[in-house]
């Protein structure tokens, strides 16, 4: 299963985890597969973001595109 997940592009693993969402281990393995396909210059945010917080950096981000 996870070579055949490894050839899917993103756009195609997302539709796939999205389709199986009540499969645990398949959400596992495709959310595995994008995190390591993540660029390392990624800029990484902490999980407990206040949500002003996430709000600001979101708009700055729209605004910079």
Do not use: G, W
Request: glycine share 0%; hydrophobic share 30%; aromatic share 6%.
């Amino acid at each position: 299963m996870n070579n055949k997940l490894e050839r899917m592009t993103n756009q195609e693993l997302k539709a796939y985890i999205k389709a199986n969402r009540h499969d645990e281990l398949i959400c596992h393995e495709v959310i595995k597969i994008l995190m390591n396909r993540q660029s390392k210059n990624t800029t990484q945010y902490p999980y407990n973001l206040p949500d002003e917080e996430m709000k600001r950096l979101f708009q700055r981000k729209l605004q910079s595109n």
